[in-house]
């Protein structure tokens, strides 16, 4: 099973925003994925591209019963619908949504922590996707293809750059998660989902220097028995610390890299 | 963003945290500071508008402060600033801190002001600390937080205070406050001495009358790079700079830039202009936004110009093909490609 998103999501969009928005929902839509409702107050019809609009999360999670929740609206109102969709018992809330202000973060964390009940990735999320079932957020779905590796990152071009270069080298992806680095779900936390998940047979990382969480993956990977980790930090110049991951340092190379080792 | 100190100072004052009186000089009048000032000792806080950088000075006279205060005018250029802080004889000193840890919410740290350093009383176990929850302290952690700085007297109002200065982080979306020290005098006033905010820049929005006063953080510029770097995404601007470092050359610092044309090529004006940049490498990974609209910008800005820095342009994305053949078309002095490793080898 892939994780997180798959053919049978039910997806929301809450904020859809101007042309560039109802050119990415329709992007979605084109690849497969099952957009089954809209919250965003800009549009006063019934539905934009076949899709209907509903006033509240909580009338959408009624009528449409999403699973996912795509958030999309401007920072100043990301927070508010971040809890909407946590407060509608949404399983995965993405936030594509970013430079949310960081008191207002405090208070989501705190919200989902407490609850426990929704899985918040982003802010700053590219989006979810798992290749030729559903794709959810703004990346180009052309350079992803199905296979075997995991990847999680907290960049967005950087990830297509990656993806299409597994792609051009023959070896696909199980599914694909933009983190963001501004809170919700860390490396670790996806990690772990990665590990469980039967399809996937090794897991590429990327992250920015100044990201939270990088040591903890290199602790967690000394832990125990784990699948092929690979891990590309930019900015990076320091060398690592010995460990079982395999550090990528040159980013031209991530295709072969993640391609040649044993499986 | 940070705020000038006095700026803080009336953002506290406005929630009834008492702060000590000052005297802000802008420039340098002897007459008027000699008949305006009066204290005998003080401290001097110069700060430079470039630049966070300041400079504190205790001066045990008012000559001695003019003095200082000639000479900031005098020699810097730019605009300056001198906060005078008359000295308070504080009975006793407390450091207040509070901040923002990602997954555990807001802390405040406090501590007695005893000359060590912060990491050595941590080493002691003498910064306390409690956990903002729900915008507020409750009313018993500032009860233990008060009998841990050992404060037996004015609890109550020294109490309020401490509320009333996370009341005000809270307020104005702060990031970090720190009060070091703060204090009661010798007749009972509490007083926060010297104080520095800074102000969450995603919180503009709801912070407008605030962002007027602030000043952004001076960019740090790493110059002296001999390939200017420009990709899209901070990420992949990240990575294009390994890739040069690899190489063996040395990176600008990278223009990060949108899907957005206007941006590309002001980045490539600002590129070409730097000096020390010997070579740019453009690296763009544009997914479903056509290519062919990017060379034809980076064309026109060519014809522009009489001569231009040699490029190596690496496009990726819809119609990248066609718009790699335009460009290498254009000039001997551009090298086009889709493939990064190409690109790379190409420095």
Redesign the interface.
Known sequence: MPILVNRSSRVLYQGVGGEEGVFDLQ?CLAYGTNVVGIVDSNYDGKQVLGVPIFSTVCEAKKKARPNVSLVRVE??FAADAILEAEDSGIECIISQSC?????D??EV??VF?KNKRSRLLGPSSFGVITPEQAKVGK??GY?FSPGPIGMI?????????AA??MTRSGVGQSTCLGIGNE?GASFIDLLSLFEKDSRTEGVLL?A??ED?GIDEVISWAKKGRHKPLFF?I????KPFKKSDIVMI?????IGEIVNNVKR | MYLPEHQVYALLRRFGVPTPAYHLIKQFDKESLLSGLSFERAFLKVRLYEGEEREVHEVASREEALAIVEQVFATNPSPAEVLIVPAISLEKRYYLALS?L??R??ELVASVDDGLSLSEREKEHRLFREGV?SRRLHPFQIRRLLSRLGITKDRERIGKSIERIVAAF?YF?A?FLEIAPFGCTEDGNFVALSVHMEI????R??QKEIFRLARKRPEEMVLGGNIGCM??????S??T???V??SGKVPSSPVSVERNIESIVQGLERLDQEAGVEKIFINL?T??FDCKTIATAIKKWVKSKKAHKPMVIRL??TSATKACALLKKLSKDIVATTS??EA?EEL
């Open positions: 992007q920072s100043p430079n949310l202000p960081k008191h973060m405090v964390e705190r922590e990346m180009p350079i990152s907290s960049a967005d071009t950087l990830s297509y750059e299409w270069q809170g990327l920015l220097e939270e590309y930019a900015g990076r110049e340092e040159d980013v031209s190379k | 923002i990602k997954k919410g807001v929850e809270f979306d990031t969450d820049e995603n919180a929005f709801r990709a899209n995404g901070n990420g992949l990240r990575a700079c390994d890739l470092r690899r990974f997914g479903l990726e994305g990064l490793k790379v």
